[in-house]
């Protein structure tokens, strides 16, 4: 089970997902722990900074960085002129 630990040391690294028009790279930019979670071992969201020419919709996806490759579910939160933010809720 993934934890907020197995993230904040890759903040600022990019996580590379295959879609079918390619490859994309996300920037993982900040790991936020959630206090008040009742998962085991806390709760965190992550959220992770793409391109603005390329809008992922909301799915699970195959992220590999870090040494590893996470199957998140990641959903567009806003987009502006520097690119597209995306969160993943683990709670």
């Known amino acids: 089970m993934a934890a907020a630990a ?5 903040v ?3 996580f590379i997902v295959e879609t079918g028009a390619g490859r994309v790279s996300l920037e993982l930019s900040a790991v936020n722990r959630i206090a008040a979670s009742p998962r085991p071992g806390g709760g965190f969201s992550l959220l992770f900074r793409g391109p603005p020419e390329i809008a992922l919709p909301q799915a699970t996806y195959s992220l590999a960085g870090a040494g590893d490759v996470h199957d998140i579910f990641i959903v567009p939160i806003a987009a502006d002129a520097t ?4 969160e993943a809720v683990f709670n």
């Open 6 to 10: 197995d993230f904040e040391q890759a």
């Open 12 to 14: 600022g690294q990019a």
């Open 83 to 86: 690119g597209r933010v995306y």
